[in-house]
């Protein structure tokens, strides 16, 4: 079965889009066949695992709405064992055309569904707001993985996700769930971190990932290179995150089976 997942929170700069690249490489470096869909007009997640998004002739644009096959979008990362559908700016009038269309929340979904069978996980890296992009992730996906900083507005920061994620589970997904909770730059010595943390395991008990991603400046550096940190630093602090998250969320998905 394959396991489909929406990065999402609605606030920039949490870690999305490095979560995304990231646990995309170290679930390939585990053995899991793994597809990372960049659905942020932005396209960081594209060009962090080195596709120039400016150069690609096709992307989620046209698989959402032209006539193009997800697999015809198809990418493999250049230097990691996953493949890609990249993005770039297209992807902004996608939004917009989309509002013309009939079933717009489902277009994802179907396009997906001729991909399952190749893949063990599929990330999508959704853009930091609640628009017909994330719709369309969170109605494709079967669970939600949220990074998130441990900041004091952190908890107030998630309550529209959490409507959101309450409306679509009523309607066009209701098997959607929140898989986990991941703190994001992760800093041990400042004490909201401890305050933060408890409240959120008071909220969502073990859906808080035990694994942490700390603040590590390779993190931050490995996307100019177009490589995952992995391929970047594979001994950095950021790399070994990385690697027991994907670690934990394997054994999560084996337990839940
Ligand atoms: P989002 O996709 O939620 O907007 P990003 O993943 O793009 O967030 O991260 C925002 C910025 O913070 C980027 O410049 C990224 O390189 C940096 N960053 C993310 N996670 C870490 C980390 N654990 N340590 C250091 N820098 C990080
Ligand atoms: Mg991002």
Do not use: W
Request: proline share 5%; net charge negative.
């Amino acid at each position: 079965m394959t396991h489909i997942f929406a990065i999402a929170n609605q606030k920039g700069g949490v870690g999305k889009t490095t979560t995304a690249v990231n646990l995309a490489a170290s679930l390939a470096a585990t053995k899991r066949r793994v597809l990372l869909i960049d659905l942020d007009p932005q396209g960081n997640a594209t060009m962090g695992c080195g596709v120039d998004k400016y150069e690609i002739e096709r992307s989620m644009y046209d698989v959402l709405v032209s006539n193009c096959s997800a697999g015809q979008a198809l990418t493999p990362a250049p230097e990691a064992n996953f493949d890609v559908l990249p993005a770039n700016g297209d992807l902004t009038a996608a939004e917009v055309e989309l509002m013309e269309v009939t079933g717009r929340e489902q277009k994802l979904n179907n396009a997906l569904k001729a991909l399952l069978p190749d893949y063990d996980y599929i990330l999508i890296d959704c853009p930091p707001s609640l628009n017909m992009l994330t719709l369309n992730a969170l109605v494709a996906a079967q669970g939600i993985l949220i990074p998130m900083q441990c900041e004091y507005y952190a908890l107030e920061g998630l309550s529209a996700l959490m409507q959101t994620i309450t409306s679509i589970q009523s309607g066009p997904n209701p098997q959607l769930e929140i898989t986990g909770l991941i703190r994001t730059m992760y800093d041990p010595r400042n004490s909201l971190t401890k305050d933060v943390s408890d409240q959120l395991t008071e909220h969502f008990g073990d859906k808080l990932f035990t694994s942490v991603i700390p603040r590590n400046v390779r993190l931050a550096e490995a996307p100019s290179h177009g490589l995952p940190v992995l391929m970047y630093d594979k001994v950095s602090k950021g790399a070994l995150a990385y690697l027991a998250l994907a670690g934990e969320l394997n054994r999560r998905m084996t337990a839940s089976k």
